[in-house]
């Protein structure tokens, strides 16, 4: 390993967060005003994702008050204390830029099905199912 990739490593975040294009999430952002402090949230759709281990970058589009606003974060900045999807998006595009031209419910993103299990507790939800061919346990006389 060399010494590059050993200062990409350190400024990479260990528990990155998992989203992809289309998703709907709410980025909380460290602000610095002065001596003061504070978390702000910024919510809207994810548009793009840029860059590889510790420069990638994904960029976040929400509509207020009637202008369109992008912000791009780098993934694994400090300043981006936590990222939070709020819904999953259906899409076929690796980059959303064609929402910018959208306006009203045309520029929203369709829905996917949710799907919030951790690995091994999928099945645990579903019904225990009898085999097929399984006879009853009352006999016929």
């Known amino acids: 390993m060399n010494r590059l990739e050993r200062i990409q490593q350190s400024f990479t975040k260990k528990a990155a967060p998992i989203f992809e294009i289309g998703d ?7 602000v610095v005003e002065g001596e003061k402090e504070r978390i702000q949230v910024f919510e809207g759709a994810v548009i ?3 860059g590889l281990l510790n420069t990638e970058t994904f960029t976040v589009r929400k509509v207020s008050y009637g202008v369109g606003v992008e912000r791009i974060f780098p993934l694994h900045s400090p300043i981006v204390t936590r990222v939070e ?3 999953q998006g259906k ?3 690796a980059k959303l830029y064609y929402l910018r031209g959208k306006k ?3 520029a929203k993103v369709e829905d996917r099905e949710f ?16 085999p097929v061919g399984a006879a009853p346990s009352a006999s016929k006389s």
């Open 24 to 30: 709907t999430v709410r980025v909380h952002v460290k």
């Open 48 to 50: 793009a994702r840029k």
């Open 85 to 87: 999807v709020m819904r």
């Open 91 to 93: 899409v076929r595009r």
């Open 104 to 106: 009203g419910k045309f």
């Open 115 to 130: 799907v919030a299990s951790v690995k091994g507790q999928a099945g645990a939800s579903r019904k225990a199912v009898e």
